[in-house]
């Protein structure tokens, strides 16, 4: 009987795993865009958590650059300038120049053609134009120039570009076409197009989420075949006229340069091994090599690329690592992955491997969480979705295998939610008097607990290190007298405490309860919390600043504004369950959250939105600005606690540095019975314009007053307060 219901067990969640392989793979094959769009977007995360790689260093980058442009002039810049970089490049003994730039105009700014506007008659008047001609005719120089790819007008140049290689295809079936196809050119002026010996169009081509993932080695125009700039300085420097072009049925499979096999797409697209963010190649500013401020020894035997990052020449693309990523330095990337040879790539049979993951991993997944224990499913579809990710990423970067990632992690996903549903259908039902627990219980943390520990015995109160929170509105009465209903007023205060509730969850902390317009909160139970007290004076600084924002939106809907102050202390308390076995309520209680309560309702007597004990700062780890307000016994304890106000996260800038020297200096004397010097100090500050601290120095000037007319005995700095202000 068991093997039978076993068998049967297993042919159900068998047939359900091939059911799901089967419908992932139909909608792998035939929707293939949206899902393409999640995947190259997961892909781009696996550069992220590669990081930077080291590049060949053969390839540079020369940048018209903010600074070129500051110092040669706005772009374009007169072509005898241009020609003095080349001949600079040349004599540095570089390899190769190519221009990711294209020069389809006259240079306005050459004398001849000042004299020939104005009709002077004279010899030997300088040509900008043709001294570049003559440059790049006598240098090695491969120019860039464009194709237009979408538009199909009269107006656009059908001027053909004229490319010493030979472009032999193999195995392409007949009437078939797989390349990008340009409708027109954007060509150099035609003296220099004819003074360079080739040149290669520079076309970045976005996919359809705006990224350069890919770049088109060859594109089609008017059935010839031109290549790109990368890849004719590539066959330059192979020496060959000839490049071959492999299909297979699917389209282009690789371009090859002699020894050189550059794997492509179909359409004949290299897939960008991107060495990391902007810079991961070398650049020197145009300006440098103008002047020749570079050293011989950096240029000899570099490739170089000619482009611009200045954001103002619009050459600027998004990439896997960088929304703004200089055009000129994918180019450099693409010749440097094939003198490397770490290429990326879709194998032929990519298709099929795909599929067999989706079945394999539907399969695996949906077994194995058929017959393990349910507390363990998580850690399964987790060991599963890293698992699989991993194996993903060492194949793409030590392989170089493209493998689709978003259908793999769909299928594990799906499988399992898909496993459990049938699972809680089928066996599980044991858990319907959780439903009663959570009744009598308010916070996610809570209830987590609970579902762990079903009988209770977690929640039996322990004494345990918090950090509370306290938070209440100033003047909250003359806010609620503005209010012309009640619905208006809970709708007012809802608009406070949710975004404030949300920075406290944020932050890890667990809100105990609303008092009017209070919150209590407290961090490091039910659950631990590493850090507790940063957390929790974190969450304070955040909702301060929140709160500019706030009011902001509240002024304008000419509603009141909100002031608020904070305070909190860091010690042991009692935690847990407490109540009456009808209605209970997990909390915290203690002479720690009595003093947390009190430090709140001393922010407007000390003029602070953030009040903390001694005890709170003592335990955080991270650097923040603090200043000292007192040291005090408060009413209800004997011992005295000191009080600090904290200004942000960080150092003190500046006047503010200043200010608190100054404050702490005077407080120091204070502590010491030096009265009268405190008091010039406390003085001093007072008339500061721009003080941060509105009551402070007012206190401690009246109490210095008091002091010197009648002197304490046995002075120890304690302040006590006997009201709770």
């Known amino acids: 009987m068991k093997d039978t219901k076993a068998k049967q067990k297993f042919f159900i969640y068998f047939i359900l795993a091939l059911t799901i392989s089967t419908f992932l793979s139909f909608f792998y094959i035939s929707f293939p865009g949206i899902p393409n769009s999640f995947d190259n977007k997961l892909r781009d995360y696996l550069f992220l958590i590669r990081g930077e790689i080291p590049t060949t260093e053969n390839v540079i980058i020369v940048d018209i650059d903010e600074v070129s442009l500051k110092e040669l002039g706005q772009w374009p810049w007169s072509r005898n300038k241009i020609s003095k970089i080349v001949k600079n490049l040349t004599d540095s003994g570089v390899l190769l120049v190519g221009f990711d730039i294209v020069f389809p105009e006259e240079d306005s700014s050459s004398p001849h053609r000042v004299f020939d506007y104005y009709n002077i008659k004279k010899e030997n008047i300088p040509n900008y134009d043709l001294e570049f001609a003559q440059t790049i005719a006598s240098t090695p120089t491969i120019l860039g120039y464009q194709f237009e790819l979408e538009k199909d007008s009269e107006f656009i140049n059908k001027t053909f570009p004229e490319i010493p290689a030979i472009f032999i295809e193999k195995d392409k079936e007949e009437d078939s076409q797989y390349l990008l196809e340009a409708k027109g050119t954007i060509l150099n002026l035609p003296l220099l197009q004819k003074s360079s010996y080739s040149s290669g169009f520079f076309n970045n081509v976005p996919d359809d989420s705006g990224v350069v993932r890919s770049v088109p080695l060859i594109i089609s125009y008017d059935d010839i075949i031109y290549s790109s700039l990368s890849l004719e300085m590539l066959r330059v420097l192979s020496n060959t006229n000839q490049v071959y072009i492999q299909y297979n049925k699917y389209g282009v499979e690789k371009i090859v340069l002699k020894d050189l096999e550059i794997p492509t797409d179909r359409h004949g697209r290299i897939l960008v091994n991107y060495r990391g963010k902007e810079r991961s190649f070398k650049y020197y500013s145009a300006v440098d090599i103008y002047k020749n401020k570079i050293d011989k020894k950096e240029l000899e035997n570099k490739i170089v690329l000619i482009g611009t990052s200045a954001a103002g020449l619009l050459d600027l693309r998004s990439t ?406």
């Open 320 to 725: 896997p690592f960088e929304s703004i990523y200089p055009g000129v330095e994918v180019h450099a990337n693409v010749i440097d992955n094939v003198i490397k040879g770490d290429y990326i790539y879709k194998t032929p049979l990519i298709e099929g491997i795909n599929i067999v993951m989706i079945f394999v991993l539907t399969i695996l997944v949906t077994l194995i969480l058929t017959y393990t224990p349910f507390w363990l499913n998580p850690f399964i579809v987790i060991f599963f979705l890293t698992g699989t990710s991993f194996i993903i990423y060492k194949i793409l970067f030590t392989v170089g295998i493209v493998l689709n990632i978003f259908f793999p992690i769909l299928a594990i996903f799906v499988a399992s939610v898909l496993t459990i549903l049938f699972d809680y259908f089928y066996e599980i039902k044991k858990k319907e008097a959780i439903k009663d627990k959570f009744a009598s219980k308010v916070s996610k943390e809570v209830m987590n607990d609970l579902l762990k520990d079903l009988d209770n015995s977690k929640f039996q109160a322990i004494e345990k290190e918090v950090t509370v929170f306290f938070s209440d509105i100033r003047n909250f009465t003359n806010i609620s007298e503005q209010m012309d209903s009640a619905k208006n007023l809970i709708t007012y205060l809802n608009q406070y405490m949710e975004p404030m509730s949300n920075i406290i969850i944020k932050y890890e902390g667990t809100i105990d309860k609303y008092i009017g317009d209070s919150i209590m909160a407290y961090w490091n139970a039910p659950a631990n919390v590493e850090n507790h007290a940063d957390k929790a004076l974190n969450a304070s600084i955040k909702q301060i600043n929140k709160l500019k924002g706030l009011n902001k939106k509240l002024k304008n809907e000419n509603k009141p504004l909100i002031d608020i102050g904070i305070g909190l202390n860091t010690g042991t308390a009692i935690v847990g369950e407490m109540g009456s076995i009808g209605r209970s309520d997990y909390t915290v209680i203690g002479d720690s959250i009595n003093l947390g309560a009190r430090l709140e309702s001393l922010c407007k007597y000390y003029d602070s939105k953030i009040n903390i004990s001694n005890f709170t700062k003592d335990a955080l780890k991270d650097e923040y600005i603090f200043r000292f307000l007192d040291l005090v016994k408060v009413k209800g304890k004997s011992e005295p606690a000191e009080i600090w106000q904290v200004h942000g996260k960080g150092k003190a800038q500046k006047k503010l540095k200043e200010e608190l020297s100054k404050y702490h200096q005077a407080i120091d004397l204070y502590k010491n019975s030096k009265f009268e010097e405190a008091l010039n100090i406390f003085k001093e500050l007072e008339e500061y314009k721009e003080k941060t601290n509105q009551n402070i120095y007012k206190i401690y000037c009246e109490r210095c007053e008091e002091f010197i007319s009648s002197p304490p005995e046995n002075f120890n700095g304690i302040y006590e307060h006997h009201t709770k202000n």
